[in-house]
């Protein structure tokens, strides 16, 4: 399954929020995962309680760590990580993001915070010292796809819209169309040289990743940071324990509970 994610900044609220089910008591025999081995040991089991109930293993595509709860198992922090990184991005993604997240926590001794503009602010000018940037009236660079001439020339070549006459009925058909490529954060394009900016009169007191942008070439750590805010941006989005709680009630709509009808797990062991 392809792992999408819109370009909206990270929720304030954890995505995991409490261990326990809001609903009463869990009605699996309570399994604790305190190791990496442990997760690998109990997978059988662990696939045989989603699989047991498909409306909960729907719920894996919500919030894992908090489906994770309400299937009665228990995981330390280091393994809710784990599990809700898998689920976020790529192996190769996750490799990456892990290197960002270690080099910059060791060279500036602590978390990097590239979605929460005001943290970004500090580091720019309070931590690296650089000098604010009138970014106003810019735009950052982006990398078209690869098919963008292709798609260009579908759009022209699909057939237009011709008005209907005058007392005839509408017939009922599929419209199609080619959706026009849009400029993402995903797309930034690290390699374009920058415009010279002018200096600031202000320090601005929050910075989001478009601004940001214009600061890659400042500091070795600035594009670096960069690069993990798009990774983290790219990320499959993992709901809120609130918003876990009502579309699993049924009090809020979502398209993975609407449209995919099972989720189902190998219990064989492998080979």
Do not use: C
Request: positive net charge; glycine residues 4%.
């Amino acid at each position: 399954m392809k792992k999408n994610r819109d370009d909206s900044p990270d929720k304030a609220k954890s995505p995991v929020g409490s261990d326990r089910p809001e609903s009463g008591e869990s009605a699996f025999e309570p399994l604790e995962i305190d190791r990496h081995i442990s997760l690998a040991a109990n997978q059988r089991e662990i696939f045989r309680r989603f699989n047991q109930n498909p409306d909960l293993a729907k719920m894996l595509l919500i919030n894992p760590v908090l489906a994770f709860a309400d299937a009665g198992i228990t995981l330390t922090p280091e393994i809710k990580r784990h599990v809700l990184e898998t689920i976020q991005h790529s192996p190769r993604m996750r490799l990456r993001r892990s290197e960002l997240e270690g080099k910059l926590r060791e060279q500036i001794g602590e978390t990097a915070q590239p979605n929460n503009p005001a943290w970004v602010s500090s580091f720019l000018f309070n931590k690296l010292r650089l000098t604010p940037l009138d970014t106003s009236g810019y735009e950052p660079q982006y990398v078209e796809p690869l098919n963008a001439e292709i798609i260009k020339r579908l759009q022209a070549r699909l057939p237009k819209r011709r008005p209907r006459p005058a007392g005839k009925r509408k017939l009922m058909g599929t419209l199609i169309s080619v959706a026009p490529w849009k400029p993402t954060i995903r797309r930034f394009d690290l390699e374009a040289a920058l415009p010279k900016l002018k200096a600031s009169r202000s320090t601005p007191p929050e910075v989001t990743l478009q601004h940001l942008y214009f600061y890659k070439d400042s500091h070795p750590l600035v594009r670096d940071l960069l690069e993990l805010g798009i990774i983290q941006r790219r990320a499959f989005p993992i709901h809120t324990g609130d918003s876990y709680r009502q579309i699993k009630d049924g009090n809020k709509p979502n398209a993975f509970r609407s449209w995919i009808k099972s989720i189902r797990f190998s219990e064989k062991p492998k080979r």
